[in-house]
């Protein structure tokens, strides 16, 4: 280009601008979007829906929204701390307040009055009460002249400062998120809350009613519902924001919105990236998962207990295979990879065409090809030289680095172990839940044995653990000897420190602090030669796409809050339409047509108490609203700011949208707010509580 | 292959028969095939069922079953000549017996006494009678040193006297079956009724819920059934071979058959020929189709009675673009086309092996090649040098030609007029079936613009048609003045023969007498070069695969009586499981969930009578019976012999089953006998059908 007077160029820049933003219509179609809560989509909204939610809106929907830190999403439905998630999300909790007497996975539960409701083991809820944007500081710490690996260190010193800073200052939880691959840096504080009781689950069969083959599809019939109640100082929370129960509900064609925690997406990944994850995470990922999940199955043959103890896992784990398996499928059909292929042609060209931003960061696509290439060399040691599938011997590993990075200034800590996170790192390391020691020794046996398969018997790491032996054996040996399943074993180990560490005659401490430096080593080799260079690059390209599109675009998810909108609305499927609502009819007739056969069982009370239900009431329903893994549990709201539904699942078209989301076949499903009030107060006998939600009663 | 003795070579052949029935196992699957009902898959039925039908249980099952002639099935129910199809076959005789007044296809019917049964306009039904092998005699017709186009007018010769001796002889409508690509010819024997009357049909919306959308698709909650009656002499026929009815009905994993007329595949074609299905006819037709559909639609809209002409055209037209596309994205999956390939490779493989085969067979692949690239030099004037969407101009040609063929020898006339076809050509020709004059016209008028389009200014046909004048206006013109509307007029001009035909003024007989030459010499060189090489190079291919692969093979479908044979069973589908049956529950989840909006909108018996049903009654079901368009009407019977269902559809993943058949996922859907019966008694209050099908009454 020829030069140009400075305001020729600001003009030119702004009619790039301008055309890129038309460009970004067409790339980022309506509907697309996890928003963060500064940046809302008012825009679009109006053009497209002629709504402009206020600011009084936003800060309400956001402050009635809650993070479930085992990663889902929920929200407070109720003026006394009640908050309603999914069944699949509460799972862990319901599992670790289980016995062998007692399933509160399989049975459900409902607490007649709050003198029943029963405290969670080990769960963190988090409130965004705040947001600031902090780039500046954070890329201030980067100074000229600074390797990739040095200006990473110094973003992350002042990351742990900023997060310690406000903590010291608010008490408040307080996390620095990186957003449009670090773009821009947010601090974001949290109120935080920890004595959270279960007040009502129904059961399992009914919560995820057709398993593993209906997961992640539609047409749904889920009761996918789970209500627990916030207190603070042994009172439950009193709740100004809070959503109001709407139960008329979702409408087909209606403006809905869903508030939740995307945990994250790939979208603004580069091709180099997104081609690493096709050719080498997938295929590694999906083959590690079957493996375990063969493990568990075995042992869940060996009875009813077993079973009962290992069907979290199973749970957890074909649920990610379904969902692996929906996105890898997606990077193996060429017109996905041609569209990103596409959209990274054309912002590339926009980049180079203009010499400032070429300079600036033309070559930042290259160096992360070239970093995704370098990993290459260390991957099978980085996956394999780990104690892997045990509880136990995570956290042994997690005890012998705490009492060395404590003492550490903050911002020379291993990620994990910064001030602000202690807490919570304290929470979940000292947790009371159950382990399985049984179950922890087959899972641990495997793991060695697929260790020493893929590394050879002369591989440091497994002559360190194997020396020769069977990995059955080193397993066995471990798992009996250690006393780290007991918490308060834990804790005195992490309040003796070094010493404490040091003097340990626990296998597992013994073995993990002679694996310890190996596993730092791998860590700094892949900080220096991956994660830096993608975080440096990955930040220019941020820049890039600031300069190119503007805040059209919205970063990809990070489990912070985010704002999704859309309709809902039918989709072509199977050679035909969606219907936008199942209805309780749907439920039924999926399960006789199946014969009341597992997985389309049915718990007794829906057979008894049939005649009871008014049949047509909606049960689960689709909506355009961008969501992913994460945002199970969110709420969705209609225009005023009423709760309408909730999200508990995608469709199976809706996988590929970690990497692209098309309106036309992404749907978000949700439990519809008619069916949880008809099935509490028809099926549990609980309306109470339904009064609860309805508002019909002040407690 | 070194030289072997006699003896040798007849082990090394009966090993390759051996070797390639083991292929063939592989390359069809179980359950694939309609059969012949000379050779029915008795090895596979008993090794993978267990069961082996008898002679009379064949025999039994052949004479229950019909042939509905507009291009359908269905089957004897009661011994009082009672006939089931579905409601879509009968759906042309419905519009044709309906008025302005009474529209019997939206509004269904129920004679309570067999006085209020209404006689079809212009129905033939057909039941196989006898089966009798005639290839010698076919092939025997043609002579050494004869050219393809003079074998081709030999064995046309001999086929139809072959028909005209038996018609003389037994009376019986008599059709020679070229089966195997002509490998086979059979003599098919058909008692034939024409009294055929209306006893029950359901409402359209209740018979095709869900509309085109959920055409072609599973699950299906479809009421797809028409009773009608068969006559003999006034009487309700005696018919001793009828299928008694099961209300339990079809269960899963049950073994089904299916006995019906599939019309047509295309599974032993070779892959030129499919090629150009795919390049030249596909693309062709769907736009053909969807040109007519617009026109159709456009009719619609000027007013209701417009609307009630033209849904049934829209019907046929809907479903055919649905089944096309189908077929066609089939054909464009490559996967698809590398089985045909790979089966075509291992078939010619062999065939080339054996210096006999070869000899004999080995350049009858090529020659259909060359057939296929040669008729691309006529495609364009055999697709538009006609006079297209008329009903009344087909009837004008149909008349032109009659006159001339039937003067001819019997072997000698054009396909259609043979004398054993005469009786059904004048049984449709003279159907005083309602034609549709500003119908016709608008079609015929688009056709007209669209040859114009196509052909040109300066086409001789064009010029013959339009001289220069506007399509609508010719259209117009020859509409208006056409007595043709009238059968009395059709039947003056066919018994006038020659002479009435040259002196009629009739503007459709005027022009068709112009073009009818065009036609014929089109006609001449299609058989010259592209039927007959077809043809011989077919009958060929057919020998071959008798050759290598024995009758392990079973034959394209004809629209002749064919056996399939399988299992209610689910399939994997839109990531998670099909039902292997709906139920009426279903009808309604899928009718609320769409507010109960058109497609999805429900008879008013439904929404009033709705709590007489038993809702977890099974609706529609689904086999890997292998089946096709033409089999619609089919009974689903069990190894009893008894009826415990009624094939309407196949799902949408058996479209490109015209070409390849899929076991995981290729299904045939049927309505459940239990739901007939429960309309019927609960919606219908029609018990004493109810009692004739269920056997409780006799008449």
Redesign the interface.
């Known amino acids: 280009m020829p030069k140009q007077s400075w305001r020729f160029r600001t003009g030119a820049l702004a009619l790039t601008i301008l055309f890129a933003f038309l460009l970004a219509g067409a790339a980022f179609p309506p509907d697309e979007g996890m928003w963060t809560l500064d940046n809302p989509p008012l825009k679009l909204l109006k053009e497209r829906y002629g709504f402009t939610p206020t600011q009084e809106w936003l800060d309400h929907i956001r402050l009635a929204s809650v993070r479930f830190n085992d990663g889902g999403s929920g929200s407070f439905v109720s003026p006394n701390g009640l908050v309603l998630t999914n069944h699949h999300v509460a799972r862990g909790q319901l599992q670790k307040m289980s016995s062998p007497q007692k399933d509160y996975v399989e049975d459900g539960f409902y607490a007649k009055s709050m003198a029943e409701e029963i405290k969670c083991t080990d769960l963190e809820l988090n409130v965004l009460v705040s947001m600031e944007e902090v780039t500046a500081r954070v890329l201030g710490a980067v100074k000229k002249g600074m390797t990739d690996k040095a200006a990473l260190d110094a973003r992350k010193a002042e990351i742990a400062k900023i997060e310690k800073e406000s903590l010291e200052a608010t008490g408040l939880r307080s996390d620095i998120v990186p957003l449009y691959q670090g773009g821009e840096y947010w601090l974001y504080r949290y109120k935080k809350y920890t004595d959270v009781r279960l007040v009502f689950a129904p059961e399992q069969q009914i919560a995820f009613f057709?398993g593993d083959?209906?997961?992640?599809?539609f047409?749904r019939h889920d009761l996918d519902m789970t209500l627990m109640r916030v207190y603070e100082n042994d009172q439950p929370l009193r709740t100004k924001d809070y959503l109001k129960w709407n139960t008329n509900g979702a409408m087909?064609n209606e403006l809905v919105f869903v508030s939740g925690h995307p945990g994250s997406t790939n979208r603004l990944h580069t091709l180099a990236q997104i081609e690493f994850q096709r050719d080498h995470s997938y295929p590694y990922r999906l083959a590690l998962y079957k493996r375990r999940l063969e493990v568990l199955r075995r042992y869940s043959t060996m009875g009813e207990e077993q079973a009962r103890q290992a069907q979290g896992q199973i749970f957890g784990i074909e649920n990610a295979l379904?969902a692996w398996t929906?996105e890898y499928n997606g990077l193996l059909d060429a017109k996905v990879m041609a569209k990103k292929q596409q959209d990274e042609n054309d912002f590339r060209a926009q980049v180079m065409a203009n010499p400032e931003l070429k300079k600036l960061y033309g070559t930042a696509w290259d160096e992360i090809a070239q970093a995704e290439k370098k990993q290459l060399e260390m991957l099978k040691p980085a996956r394999y030289r780990a104690l892997r599938g045990s509880r136990l011997a995570a956290i042994a590993l997690t005890l012998v680095q705490y009492v060395t990075e404590i003492k550490k200034p903050d911002g020379e800590r291993l990620e994990g172990f910064h001030d602000s996170q202690l807490e919570s790192l304290r929470f979940r390391l000292f947790s009371p839940a159950p382990v399985y020691p049984q179950l922890e020794e087959m899972m641990l046996a495997d793991g060695l044995q697929e260790s020493l398969d893929q590394l050879g018997a002369n591989d440091p790491f497994i002559k360190l653990v194997l020396n020769g032996r069977p990995a059955a054996e080193v397993a066995k040996e471990l798992i009996n000897g250690t006393k780290l399943a007991d918490p308060t074993v834990r804790k005195s180990l992490a309040e003796g420190g070094e010493a404490a560490i040091a003097a340990s005659t626990d296998p597992l401490i013994v073995i993990v602090r002679k694996l310890d430096p190996m596993a730092r080593e791998m860590d700094k080799w892949f900080e220096t030669n991956v994660h830096s260079v993608e975080t440096s690059a990955g930040e220019r390209i941020g820049k890039a796409r600031f300069a190119v599109y503007g805040k059209s675009v919205n970063p990809d998810a990070t489990f912070t809050l985010r704002l999704s909108y859309g309709t809902v609305a039918?989709y072509s499927?199977?050679?035909?339409?969606a219907?936008?609502?199942?209805?309780i009819?749907?439920l039924?007739?999926?399960a006789?047509?199946?014969?009341l056969k597992p997985p389309?069982d049915l718990p007794p009370r829906f057979i008894e108490r049939k005649d009871r239900l008014t049949?047509?009431t909606?049960a689960n329903f689709v909506a355009t609203t961008d969501i992913i893994g994460g945002n199970s549990g969110s709420p969705v709201i209609n225009k005023a700011g009423e709760i309408v539904g909730l999200i508990f699942d995608g469709?199976?078209e809706s996988l590929v949208g970690r990497y692209v989301y098309n309106i036309e076949t992404n749907r978000a499903v949700a439990v519809h707010t008619a069916y949880m009030i008809e099935a509490l107060r028809k099926l549990y006998d609980a309306s109470v509580l339904a009064d609860e939600l309805e508002g019909k009663q002040v407690l």
Chains 1, 2 share one sequence.
Do not use: A, C, H, L
Request: aromatic share 16%; hydrophobic share 20%.
């Open positions: 057709g083959p209906d997961n992640f599809t047409p087909e379904k929906g039918s499927m199977n050679g035909t339409k219907q936008p609502m199942t209805t009819y749907g039924y007739d999926r006789y047509g199946f014969g389309f049949m047509s909606p469709n199976i």
